[in-house]
């Protein structure tokens, strides 16, 4: 990391700030730039708080259901890259399994997985396991009193309001 930061500063043998004054002149990188913010943004939003949900309603199943979704959150989480791209594309893309099924049935509109909404699902789809991975272990160090005490407090914005 270092060296990349050092080289930074290099252009062409020389000590210089062309590499960063290119970047910002380039609209086509700023445009990435802001693309990936963009999708790194509202995927992580949206997969944590549908991962919060998830784990939150893993309270109140018995543990043989709980340790079944844990297990397969774990294994989904793996599931990434080239082989989950592949799969979405043959589920969801243009002439995907899915896509037809749901195009010959009327209920898909525009969806293009290739487009920004099409990529930010299947950010999504990759986020949600891993939140629920990262979270379920907090939602269960959380005693039953803190869950009633929410519950109260709840009940009393209610009132309030």
């Known amino acids: 990391m270092v060296w990349v930061l050092i080289n930074s500063f290099i252009y062409e043998g020389e000590w210089t700030i062309e590499n960063y004054s290119e970047i910002f002149?380039?609209?086509?990188?700023?445009?990435?730039?802001s693309n990936s913010l963009w999708?790194?943004?509202?995927?992580s939003l949206i997969g944590l708080i549908l991962a919060a949900i998830l784990v939150s309603s893993l309270r109140h199943l018995n543990s043989r259901i709980r340790d079944a979704i844990?297990?397969?959150?774990?294994?989904s989480s793996n599931f990434s890259g080239v082989p989950l791209a592949f799969a979405f594309i043959i589920i969801l893309g243009t002439n995907g399994a899915v896509t037809l099924l749901l195009r010959q049935w009327g209920l898909l509109g525009d969806f293009d997985l290739y487009s920004k909404s099409g990529l930010l699902a299947l950010y999504?789809?990759?986020?949600?396991?891993?939140?629920a991975l990262l979270l379920y272990?907090?939602?269960?160090?959380?005693?039953?009193?803190a869950y009633e005490a929410s519950q109260l407090l709840e009940q009393a914005l209610v009132n309030i309001g």
């Open 25 to 33: 002149d380039s609209a086509f990188i700023l445009q990435g730039f």
């Open 39 to 43: 999708i790194s943004f509202w995927s």
């Open 70 to 75: 844990v297990a397969f959150t774990n294994m």
């Open 124 to 131: 999504i789809y990759f986020q949600i396991p891993l939140g």
């Open 137 to 145: 272990p907090a939602f269960d160090a959380l005693k039953k009193d």
